[in-house]
């Protein structure tokens, strides 16, 4: 039978407990979620400063674009997606921005073109942390770049592929915040290592941007008077509570990019009105330390309660905390029992971490209560034991 391995492999994944199921949300803040008629407890929405309950107020007159009608080369970079690229090339000094309508989009699509050119890309070599997210695993599969991968965070291992390499053109990527373990990368390391072996660094800080550095510029806000990462890659879909992505670099980058960029060149530019919006929001997040203290404060909490439970943390001290369990099915059914007591969280599976390492993805918010987390961390010690 034609297309027989589609209900092959839906049967593998439910066997294996992996099946992937999507659930229709009525109603969410950072805080609750609801979800066929019931209210949960939310601890798996990465809108790390409770901003989506806010609402911005964009004084819209009749005339604000909603849809950009074409690619940015044709007619749809229009003045809302310029403000929001100078805006951020202000804050941190780099030379240009360019939108994307995501940020998977983003990752992936800047790897490919950047090593669009076989004959270069021959010359050239790709350093990536074991645990960086997919998109920027698919942007060097996809390019013609060779895939050299160092252990997480492991800045020895990476400085011995950086000397055994004879590539001319090295680039390094991490994260700024690690997606499903909630650790930081050490980026003064990988910025002096770029720096020795005149490599350029890549850095996606989508969980960092918001949340971390002192007016929340991200993981990247306490290099801005030194050295900045060579391309700088933040998504709007997080602590930003809106949708899209920027990548930000040179003016000769982004120049670049601007000629080769497939997904930039044929995809339909991020609309003006979101353009807007994620403005209006980034420029609340400056001022925004209150929502900082309050998400910080959330995490010391957790983090306090789980030690005294003995709840077993990793090295995170961001908003994700996660609880490894290992055994697929067992974290499944940990997820479920926190359902039945009222509480929503994920349970991360493979392929989206190895083998043996499923876990509850706990991401705390400032619009989290003391009371909400308390309730979390009861519930949490009957659901893993
Ligand atoms: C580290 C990281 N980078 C990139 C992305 C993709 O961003 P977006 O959701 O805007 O596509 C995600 C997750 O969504 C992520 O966790």
């Not at 990465?46 to 007159?61: E, I, M, P, S």
């Not at 920027?136 to 895939?147: C, P, Q, R, V, Y």
Request: aromatic share 8%; with cysteine; glycine share 6%.
């Amino acid at each position: 039978m034609p297309f027989d391995f589609i209900n092959t492999h839906l049967q593998a994944r439910q066997q294996d407990a992996l099946l992937r199921k999507r659930h229709v949300v009525q109603h969410a803040t950072a805080r609750t979620i609801t979800v066929n008629n019931k209210t949960y407890l939310n601890f798996a929405s990465n809108d790390y400063l409770g901003f989506g309950d806010v609402a911005v107020n964009l004084n819209l007159n009749d005339s604000h674009a909603l849809g950009s009608h074409s690619s940015a080369l044709v007619t749809g970079y229009q003045a809302q997606q310029k403000a929001l690229e100078q805006y951020l090339c202000e804050q941190f000094g780099y030379g240009a921005g360019m939108l994307f309508n995501s940020g998977f989009s983003a990752n992936s699509s800047v790897i490919k073109a950047l090593f669009q050119d076989k004959a270069a890309a021959q010359n050239s070599a790709i350093f990536q942390d074991k645990l960086n997210h997919a998109s920027l695993i698919d942007g060097a599969m996809h390019s013609n770049a060779a895939l050299v991968r160092f252990n997480h965070n492991d800045m020895n291992h990476l400085r011995s592929r950086l000397e055994k390499s004879k590539a001319q053109n090295k680039l390094i990527i991490s994260e700024g915040v690690f997606s499903m373990d909630g650790d930081t990368a050490p980026l003064k390391e990988l910025l002096a290592l770029a720096k020795q072996h005149n490599a350029w660094l890549m850095i996606d800080d989508a969980h960092g941007f918001g949340a971390l550095g002192k007016t929340g510029l991200g993981s990247c806000e306490a290099f801005i008077t030194q050295t900045l990462p060579d391309i700088l890659v933040i998504t709007f879909g997080k602590a930003v509570a809106s949708s899209g992505a920027c990548v930000l670099g040179s003016k000769q980058f982004i120049d670049y990019m601007l000629q080769f960029n497939r997904d930039y060149t044929y995809s339909t530019a991020m609309s003006p009105l979101m353009a807007s919006h994620t403005l209006a929001r980034i420029k609340s997040i400056k001022t925004a330390d209150d929502k900082r203290d309050k998400l910080n404060a959330n995490i010391a909490l957790f983090k306090q309660l789980a030690k005294t439970h003995n709840i077993a943390l990793m090295e995170s001290n961001t908003a994700i905390q996660p609880i490894v369990l290992g055994c697929a099915e067992q974290t499944l059914q940990a997820a479920d029992k926190l359902k039945q007591q009222g509480i929503w969280l994920t349970a991360i599976r493979p392929p989206t971490v190895a083998h043996n390492t499923s876990r509850l993805r706990v991401t705390l918010t400032a619009a989290h209560t003391e009371q909400d987390i308390t309730h979390l961390v009861k519930h949490l010690i009957g659901a893993i034991v």
